[in-house]
């Protein structure tokens, strides 16, 4: 693994979600906070990030943010934390839309789901997005089962020309990997503001790539698990300790 010096890429992580589909599996707290392996989830996914560079996180919070609060506080074994509160639910948008005040403009920034972990190397990536003069570089990985996660539309040069297509031959499909660069500027084609309801992949990416913006699917072959639903939960020790 390559680690950046000096890296000045920020990460925000969606973590503001109320985890109904898990709620019967882990009840007393926010999803990101679920235990896995005598660890909240959330802290796996920032020590790996910090591992490759990163020493700057957004937390976008919301449900019972005060646990992720207490937790990570305002720096975590060197990292700056600082926190995009919800007031009241704003979708994943609304969130990101938050998260935006607290980076660099002229940086691209990670953007990751609170319940998702993908271990991408940051260093080959960034050069990707960058090699693609990319607005927005998605990671993409091979799901194992049909009907859960939907494909990318990918042309040869990589570039999506489709968020969600529904095909069933999961042996070729690449789906969305929830492990995302955004250069921020992005933001500004549209009418968005910190304080909007909106939903990232039912508003935001679509309008942005029905405006021409530059998608890209980055595929890669890394661990990959969503504590989404209680079957994955369950097996997020295993897959994380790999």
Same mark, same amino acid.
């Given at each position: 693994?390559?680690?950046?010096?000096? #890296?000045?890429?920020?990460?925000?992580?969606?973590?503001?979600?109320?985890? *109904?589909?898990?709620?019967?599996?882990?009840? $007393?707290?926010?999803?990101?906070?679920?235990?896995?392996?005598?660890?909240?989830?959330?802290?796996?996914?920032?020590?790996?990030?910090?591992?490759?560079?990163?020493? +700057?996180?957004?937390?976008?919070?919301?449900?019972?943010?005060?646990?992720?609060?207490?937790?990570?506080?305002? *720096?975590?074994?060197?990292?700056?934390?600082?926190?995009?509160?919800?007031?009241?639910?704003?979708?994943?948008?609304?969130?990101?839309?938050?998260?935006?005040?607290?980076? $660099?403009?002229?940086?691209?920034?990670?953007?990751?789901?609170?319940?998702?972990?993908?271990?991408?190397?940051?260093?080959?990536?960034?050069?990707? +997005?960058?090699? #693609?003069?990319?607005?927005?570089?998605? *990671?993409?990985?091979?799901?194992?089962?049909? &009907?859960?996660?939907?494909?990318?539309?990918?042309?040869?040069?990589?570039?999506?020309?489709?968020?969600?297509?529904?095909? *069933?031959?999961?042996?070729?499909?690449?789906?969305?990997?929830?492990?995302? @660069?955004?250069?921020?500027?992005?933001?500004?084609?549209?009418?968005?503001?910190?304080?909007?309801?909106?939903?990232?992949?039912? $508003?935001?990416?679509?309008?942005? @790539?029905?405006?021409?913006?530059?998608?890209? &699917?980055?595929? #890669?072959?890394?661990?990959?698990?969503?504590?989404?639903?209680?079957? $994955?939960?369950?097996?997020?020790?295993?897959? @994380?300790?790999?």
């Amino acid at each position: 693994m390559t680690i950046i010096s000096e #890296c000045r890429i920020s990460a925000v992580i969606l973590a503001g979600g109320l985890g *109904t589909r898990l709620r019967g599996v882990v009840s $007393d707290r926010p999803k990101p906070m679920a235990p896995v392996a005598g660890r909240p989830f959330l802290e796996w996914q920032i020590d790996y990030w910090m591992a490759q560079g990163v020493r +700057h996180f957004v937390l976008s919070v919301g449900y019972r943010r005060e646990a992720i609060e207490a937790h990570f506080g305002s *720096t975590f074994r060197g990292a700056r934390i600082d926190y995009a509160v919800e007031e009241q639910p704003l979708g994943t948008g609304g969130g990101v839309l938050l998260a935006l005040a607290h980076l $660099d403009d002229n940086a691209p920034f990670l953007l990751l789901n609170g319940d998702t972990f993908f271990a991408v190397e940051l260093a080959p990536l960034l050069d990707f +997005h960058r090699d #693609c003069a990319a607005d927005w570089t998605l *990671t993409l990985f091979r799901p194992e089962e049909t &009907g859960r996660y939907m494909g990318v539309g990918l042309s040869p040069e990589r570039r999506i020309h489709a968020l969600a297509v529904d095909d *069933t031959d999961a042996s070729s499909r690449w789906a969305n990997g929830g492990v995302y @660069l955004v250069e921020p500027q992005i933001f500004r084609r549209q009418a968005w503001r910190a304080g909007d309801r909106v939903s990232l992949e039912a $508003d935001i990416m679509p309008a942005l @790539l029905a405006a021409d913006a530059r998608f890209f &699917g980055y595929p #890669c072959a890394a661990r990959f698990i969503d504590i989404g639903v209680p079957d $994955d939960y369950r097996r997020a020790a295993q897959v @994380l300790s790999g």
